[in-house]
């Protein structure tokens, strides 16, 4: 579903995301994605590196971005229910399928578009 987002459509979806859904429900659904987090001006998605996250630098870690196309192909797939990650009663928790549905509806790269 997610295969040929360009990076303008990536960027333009993940703004109307953190519009529509709201800064806290995107940093959640980032820390259960991968403990990444949203960047303070909300326009990023950032991850830090190594054990000693906030203080290392370089190779040994520190603090990274993250491709939104990535993030959005992660949404649009199977894997924010993956049993397997997020355990066997993720369908049922209400809170996270909302969140995730948003996000979703948000980016309207989901939708089929017009010939």
Request: with cysteine.
């Amino acid at each position: 579903m997610a295969t040929g987002i360009t990076t303008r459509k990536a960027a333009a979806a993940f703004k109307a995301i953190v519009e529509k859904v709201g800064r806290d429900d995107v940093a959640e659904i980032l820390a259960n994605w991968n403990d990444y987090e949203l960047s303070e001006d909300g326009s990023k998605i950032v991850c830090y590196v190594g054990r000693d996250r906030e203080n290392s630098h370089g190779t040994q870690g520190g603090k990274g971005t993250v491709s939104k196309k990535e993030f959005l192909e992660w949404l649009l797939s199977d894997e924010p229910f993956d049993k397997g990650v997020y355990g066997e009663g993720i369908l049922t928790t209400q809170e996270w399928v909302g969140k995730i549905e948003s996000a979703r509806k948000a980016s309207r790269l989901g939708e089929m578009e017009s010939p």
